[in-house]
């Protein structure tokens, strides 16, 4: 197994990806109650139902589980405890900080906003039942640990790093993707996932680099 390593930005940058995308994601919380945002929403939605046919059912009802918490949460959980036994700790709390950090947070954004779902397909609605859509926690999980994932191979060679985050960008789209497919969130609820998990990870190695630099300085 490859030794992972966790090379820190100066503070700086993923403070300035921090505060831009905390600027979005307000302006986008803000924006999804407003009849301009619902509109566009449902007009998006609308399009994509047009596109369903059983192949692509299967297909996006198969690749939304690669966003899920159950999956996901259980591999950072295995990858953690295989990088402590490596004497890899650091490494191992920036992917649990930054996977269950970006998850909670969607969680919280949830409760706090309230906003419903759209119209639910009647054999999905037993899963869903008060669950709220903003922001998306598929979207959310997919896109943390997919950035994570990213960060953490800087190191390796040039082929590996694009491999990773070819495939890693891919299953990202493919999950949020299929949350507008199968009409379990809207379009907004999607992209607010993905600006959460932008958000937390800058924080994250925000907060890992300060602590680096004042280590450093001691």
């Not at 109650?33 to 059983?54: A, F």
């Not at 639910?120 to 997919?142: D, K, M, N, R, V």
């Not at 040039?158 to 993707?177: E, P």
Request: with cysteine.
């Amino acid at each position: 197994m490859t030794n992972f390593q966790l090379s820190l930005p100066q503070v700086r940058y993923p403070l300035l990806a921090a505060v831009g995308s905390a600027i979005v994601l307000a302006l986008l919380t803000a924006g999804v109650t407003t009849q301009e945002i619902v509109k566009l929403d449902g007009c998006i939605l609308q399009r994509i139902n047009e596109l369903q046919y059983p192949a692509a059912d299967l297909l996006f009802r198969i690749m939304t589980w690669f966003g899920s918490f159950y999956l996901l949460g259980t591999a950072v959980l295995m990858a953690m405890i295989i990088l402590i036994c490596r004497h890899q700790g650091t490494v191992a709390s920036f992917l649990g900080v930054t996977f269950y950090g970006a998850s909670a947070m969607a969680v919280g954004l949830k409760m706090i906003i309230e906003r419903q779902r759209p119209l639910i397909h009647e054999e999905t609605i037993s899963t869903l039942l008060a669950a709220y859509s903003f922001p998306s926690g598929h979207a959310t999980q997919a896109a943390a640990f997919a950035f994570c994932l990213c960060w953490l191979v800087r190191h390796q060679k040039r082929t590996v790093q694009c491999l990773i985050a070819f495939l890693s960008g891919a299953v990202v789209f493919l999950v949020a993707f299929s949350r507008m497919y199968l009409q379990v969130h809207w379009p907004s609820d999607v992209l607010g996932g993905i600006m959460v998990s932008v958000f937390w990870v800058s924080a994250v190695l925000a907060v890992y680099s300060l602590l680096q630099s004042k280590k450093a300085d001691a």
